[in-house]
């Protein structure tokens, strides 16, 4: 996923396997001031469950664990150079600050309901609404979070979409 405007690119694999049984795939941070010689400047912390939860460790849940997709990459609206977004399949998915490029905090998330078959699949964040729509083998949900502002309800035709020039003079 690229981020033009701050010269980097973050970079994920996806985990292929249930519970945990390879490698954890972790986000990077991507550092591309020197576009021929692209350097890893952070990986993003692994979520961990929230205290309530009746496992101390994602892998106990049971299904896949690890990163899928970044947030979509066009969008409506324009987006913020200080956030990405993660699907992590089980562990939901996941809002990062990255203001900090070394050190990205995560800032929010949504764990849903454990599906059958993958749990979170990816999400779209609608800049100018500031919503999330969220996918998951269950089904859509659509959140918002105050790190994104006050979401706009109703109605609302884009003024602009993120990456103009993605997909120019696709049917």
Sequence with gaps: YPMPQRKLAFLNG???RWDCHEGMTIPLVVDMRAEKYPMTIAAFPIPKPPANAPYNDFCLRGGRFGT???Q???????PRVDLMGYSWFEAGWRLYDVSNPFRPEEAAWIIPPAGERRG???ALIEWDRKIIHVFTDRGVYIVSTPVLGEPVLG?????RWSFESVNVGAP
Excluded at 72 to 78: Q, S, Y
Excluded at 155 to 159: G, I, S, V, Y
């Design 68 to 70: 899928h997709t970044a």
């Design 72 to 78: 979509e990459f066009k969008a409506p609206g324009e």
């Design 155 to 159: 109605p609302w035709k884009p003024e």
């Design 120 to 122: 979170t699949e990816g």
């Design 14 to 16: 996806e985990n292929t």
